[in-house]
């Protein structure tokens, strides 16, 4: 019986202590994501009425920050960049790739940790995101099928979804899965000379995330 109570005693000695986030606590977390766009898009009108792109994955560091209003519900923002390469599908796939383009999507959520004592912290988000495309950059095939062409993607405002987990690592510090879907739309428009041809793009990316966190 002594013998079960010092494994016991043990145990918990080696359990790390609840890093639990309390209202007040700055959480701040450094994430791995792979963002992995979940296209429609529609035809390049006038020239390719029957083509289409895709959007490829793209992987890439990201910063997070929450704020703890109360020990339940907390707001996130999330900070990070990536690059994308646009690929010609149906009658612009022999094209191959298109063009590139930066991607900078600040991202808002309200989120709700259900069970903030515990050393495994699964918690829900909803919020906003305005995605900011930059650097937009026309593929030398492009240009060589076409002519010189200028490649613009106009800005997005939509709405996010969140699941994700905390889980203690030490007093202070926790791993973090993260999983995200942004409603993402945008509107390319391709100028080549005088002519002008535009596509309407739902990216409407899944965001994966995986990490570790600090409470402050």
């Keep these: 019986m002594r ?10 000695l080696l359990a ?8 007040g606590d700055l959480l701040v977390r450094l994430r791995g994501i792979m963002v992995a766009p979940n296209e429609k898009t529609g035809p390049v009108q006038p020239t390719f009425p029957t083509g289409k792109t895709s959007v490829d994955n793209s992987f890439a560091p990201e ?31 022999p094209v191959g790739r298109i063009a590139s ?10 989120q709700y ?11 829900v988000g909803a919020g ?27 800005d ?6 969140q699941a994700g987990v905390d889980i203690d690592l030490t007093q202070r510090v926790f791993a973090n899965f993260d999983v995200k879907y942004i ?9 080549t000379g005088t002519l002008v041809n535009r596509e309407r793009v739902h990216i409407d990316p899944f965001v994966f995330g995986i990490g570790l966190g600090m409470r402050f």
Excluded at 101 to 110: A, N, Q
Excluded at 135 to 149: C, D, I, M, Y
Excluded at 156 to 161: H, I, N, P, T
Excluded at 183 to 191: E, G, Y
């Design 3 to 12: 013998t079960l109570l010092m494994a016991a005693a043990g145990v918990l």
């Design 16 to 23: 790390p202590a609840a890093a639990q986030a309390e209202a």
């Design 63 to 93: 910063l997070d920050f929450t704020y703890m209003f109360t020990n339940n519900i907390g707001a996130e923002l999330i900070l990070g960049t990536t690059k994308h390469d646009i690929n010609g599908e149906a009658a612009l796939a």
């Design 101 to 110: 383009t930066w991607v900078l999507p600040p991202t808002l959520t309200l």
């Design 113 to 123: 940790h259900f069970m903030p004592t515990a050393h495994v912290r699964p918690y």
């Design 128 to 154: 906003v995101n305005y995605t900011i495309f930059y650097s937009e950059k026309a593929s030398s095939a492009l240009n060589t099928a076409v002519g010189r062409t200028n490649v613009r993607l106009s």
């Design 156 to 161: 997005s405002f939509g709405y996010a979804l």
């Design 183 to 191: 409603d993402m739309d945008t509107k390319a428009r391709l100028t």
